[in-house]
């Protein structure tokens, strides 16, 4: 089981929005604003699209967003294009004593 | 360009250790860190650890402590990462990551990732 909560699946046609959440505790993703996201495709090494919660590194498209809402983080990608579809895993840095990153369980997104 | 590159597949007896290379280039190695990352077949990612190329320090997650050592190594700006007493369940695809220099924060890029299969 993951530290961190994401839907096992979300879907969307091209052009919508979806937003993808991930659940943490006061520990994780409540106490730090250091919460990344991952795009990875099949058999490809993921690539971060979000870092520190809402800032996005050069190169990736602004239709990415990330935000934070006490224990909750979310990942929103807007005008949905085919190739945003893929695996994505949120991340956090975490005051624990097995682990001072965690993952969620990863949300496949399939772009209908 | 900032790149990553690790070394090959591998298959490994349980038992066995493994090290995997993570070949570093296009920026200051001593100013980031490097974190290691595993994915089983078909399932997540997993946080292994983080080593800071500045200063040495390390940071393993403790699942791993005990059978994991990352070094760097500054003249060939190369990371390392040896995890010993190989069981079934560490078939994996083994990840390194840029980092930050202080603490592992966020990971770009990754390298390509080395499988690493364990099986008698």
């Known amino acids: 089981q993951s530290a961190l909560t994401q839907p096992a699946s979300v879907s969307g046609s091209p052009g919508q929005s979806i937003t993808i959440s991930c659940i943490g505790t006061s520990s994780d993703v409540g106490r730090y604003n250091l919460v990344s996201w991952y795009q990875q495709h099949p058999g490809k090494a993921p690539k971060l699209m979000i870092y520190?919660?809402?800032k996005r590194p050069s190169g990736v498209s602004n239709r990415f967003s990330g935000s934070k809402s006490g224990n909750t983080a979310s990942l929103t990608i807007s005008g949905l294009q085919a190739e945003d579809e893929a695996d994505y895993y949120c991340?956090?840095?975490?005051?624990?004593?097995?682990?001072?990153?965690?993952f969620g369980g990863g949300t496949k997104l399939t772009v209908l | 360009q900032v790149q990553l590159v690790q070394s090959g597949a591998e298959m490994k007896k349980p038992g066995a250790s493994v090290k995997v290379s993570c070949k570093a280039s296009?920026?200051?190695?001593?100013?980031?860190?490097i974190s290691w990352v595993r994915q089983a077949p078909g399932q997540g990612l997993e946080w292994m650890g983080w080593?800071?190329?500045?200063?040495?320090?390390?940071n393993y997650a403790q699942k791993f402590q005990g059978r994991v050592t990352m070094t760097t190594d500054t003249s060939t700006t190369t990371a390392y990462m040896e995890l010993r007493s190989l069981r079934s369940d560490d078939t994996a695809v083994y990840f390194c990551a840029r980092d930050l220099r202080g603490a592992p924060n966020w990971f770009d890029p990754w390298g390509q990732g080395t499988p690493v299969t364990v099986s008698s």
């Open positions: 080593i800071s190329s500045y200063n040495a320090n390390t």
């Open positions: 296009g920026y200051t190695f001593t100013n980031f860190g």
């Open positions: 991340c956090s840095y975490a005051l624990s004593s097995t682990s001072h990153v965690v």
């Open positions: 520190e919660v809402s």
